[in-house]
């Protein structure tokens, strides 16, 4: 593992390299400790046009409403918050104001019905030398922007963007 890889320390247990561009770039597979790459999805958040895209959490920050976004292991049934724009990435978008407190949603595969997923991360940084520059010495959670996808572990059904921010 390439020890400069922009995975932030929260995901660092459970993530799988899978495409290795040094320290700006990186993508994972998601990966249980307990080795299940099959996950429950929830959300917060508002769901994207299907029309446009497979997103089902997709935001520009514009309405400062809080996006979270959690993986279950089918198998040991752990919860891993995989994203949260209140406290996750370089521009973190605290907004008390507005703190969106609604239901969590349920992740149902349009075509299956089912909420069993295996899931993908990419992360883009500014890079460590650039982030330690600006004082940022926990760069790696520090990224610039998130990508998640996933395949439905029922059907194989692709979702290229369940998350992007
Ligand atoms: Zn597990
Ligand atoms: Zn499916």
């Given at each position: 593992m390439n020890p400069d890889s922009p995975i932030p320390g929260r995901i660092f247990n459970f993530a799988e390299i899978i495409e290795d561009r040094g320290d700006v770039a990186v993508k994972v597979s998601l990966k249980c400790t307990c080795g299940c790459k099959n996950f429950n999805v929830h959300y917060l958040g508002k769901k994207g046009t299907p029309f446009l895209s497979s997103s089902i959490v997709k935001t520009k920050h514009d309405d400062g409403k809080r996006i979270v976004f959690t993986a279950?292991?089918?198998?040991?049934?752990?919860?891993?918050?995989?994203?949260?724009?209140?406290?996750?990435?370089?521009?973190?978008?605290k907004n008390t104001k507005n703190n969106f407190t609604g239901k969590y949603c349920n992740f149902n595969c349009d075509n299956c019905n089912q909420n069993n997923l295996n899931l993908y991360i990419a992360y883009n940084s500014c890079g460590k030398e650039e982030l330690i520059k600006q004082n940022i010495f926990n760069w790696k959670d520090c990224f610039e922007e998130i990508f998640i996808s996933g395949v439905c572990a029922g059907c194989n059904k692709a979702y290229n963007a369940l998350l992007e921010e």
């Open positions: 279950k292991c089918n198998a040991c049934k752990n919860q891993i918050l995989v994203y949260d724009s209140f406290i996750d990435g370089r521009e973190n978008h």
